[in-house]
Nanobody, 114 residues
Framework: QVQLVESGGGLVQAGGSLRLSCAASGSTFIFDAMGWYRQGPGNQRELVANINSGGTYHATSVKGRFTISRDNAKNTVYLQMSSLKPEDTAVYYC?????????WGQGTQVTVSS
């Protein structure tokens, strides 16, 4: 059974940094694409960044502050978050896509205090 497990969330002051990790277990394949989504209080889940063999995408709201990367040898995707703002507060979810099927992690809370 494929599982995605996020880690690295927490409480940080505005202007601070966090690094999220998402490790895949139970799979013998490399995901075609992996990404990070977030859902803030009262908001819909939104795409933050994704990465595939063609490159990376970062949402406008995080461009220049967040960086997605992956280590295929570890089947892990990362989200380096810098210059965090209170509006970045959300549950961050990892996703992986393989042959049209999407897998999700359980989410990790990121709280940015002002």
């Amino acid at each position: 059974q494929v599982q995605l497990v996020e880690s690295g969330g927490g409480l940080v002051q505005a202007g601070g940094s966090l690094r999220l990790s998402c490790a895949a277990s139970g799979s013998t394949f490399i995901f075609d694409a992996m990404g990070w989504y977030r859902q803030g209080p009262g908001n819909q889940r939104e795409l933050v960044a994704n990465i595939n063999s063609g490159g990376t995408y970062h949402a406008t709201s995080v461009k220049g502050r967040f960086t997605i990367s992956r280590d295929n040898a570890k089947n892990t995707v990362y989200l380096q978050m810098s210059s965090l703002k209170p509006e970045d507060t959300a549950v961050y979810y990892c996703s992986g896509i393989r042959m049209g099927r999407e897998y999700w992690g359980q989410g990790t809370q990121v709280t940015v205090s002002s």
